[in-house]
């Protein structure tokens, strides 16, 4: 069965430095998986995807996550955070071969200036 | 494109009225899905629907909820009667058919249940 899992439910940077958003996931199948980013008040805006074509994958606003099948994890990163990246981080996986998706719990990122 | 379009963004409403809200999902996606969010319960998938059809509506809480998609760029998802418990945001996305495919998420409906 596939399961996603957010290792913190809340992070804090500084503005400028580094962040790292922690997602494991199980899953039976080459899984594929997602970030999602939700405003305050707004939908969830797809960050980006992994579908087995490259481990490294790079998204929008200077987001990238690699894919690492040995620790299965899909860890998000950014270089510097801005103040515009304070949101909620979902991970997600989708149940291989179905419509589902199981999302994670979510890490609330705060930038602090 | 538009993306997902969702109205309306925010419904106050009283207990027991009805309560119907709007997707206009992406052109060309078949694959429509109705969430609900909650700082309890996190997204929890209300229906799935491919094709225009219903094809999972397990997560439906219960028969005061329904949801039809009359045409492929069209579905309401209608609560009779509300209840407080109702209250949450609640969310359409689209995608094409494939299993590995992103869904693009609307901005979602604001319910508010006095």
């Known amino acids: 069965a596939q399961s996603v899992t957010q290792l913190d439910s809340h992070v804090s940077v500084s503005e400028g430095t580094p962040v790292l958003l922690r997602c494991n996931y199980s899953s039976s199948y080459s899984p594929s998986l997602f970030w999602y980013v939700q405003h305050p008040n707004k939908g969830l805006q797809l960050l980006l995807k992994?579908?087995?074509?490259?481990?490294l994958v790079k998204g929008i606003n200077g987001f990238e996550a690699e894919f690492k099948k040995s620790e299965t994890s899909f860890h998000l990163t950014k270089p510097s955070a801005h103040m515009s990246d304070a949101a909620e981080y979902f991970c997600?996986?989708?149940?291989?071969?179905?419509?589902?998706?199981?999302f994670g719990t979510g890490t609330r990122l705060k930038v602090l200036a | 494109d538009a993306g997902v379009i969702q109205s309306p963004r925010h419904e106050v409403t009283e207990m027991g009225q009805e309560v119907t809200l709007r997707c206009k999902p992406i052109s060309g996606h078949n694959s429509l899905f109705w969430y609900r969010q909650t700082m309890m319960r996190g997204l929890e998938l209300l229906i799935y629907f491919n094709n225009n059809v219903p094809i999972d509506d397990s997560g439906m809480p219960e028969d005061r909820f329904s949801a039809k998609m009359p045409n492929a760029s069209f579905s309401t998802l209608k609560i009779q009667p509300s209840e407080p418990r109702d209250s949450a945001v609640y969310f359409c996305?689209?995608?094409?058919?494939?299993?590995?495919?992103?869904?693009?998420f609307g901005p979602g409906t604001r319910l508010t249940v006095l």
């Open positions: 997600v996986v989708s149940v291989s071969g179905t419509y589902k998706y199981i």
């Open positions: 996305a689209s995608r094409t058919s494939g299993s590995t495919d992103t869904q693009y």
């Open positions: 992994y579908t087995s074509a490259a481990t």
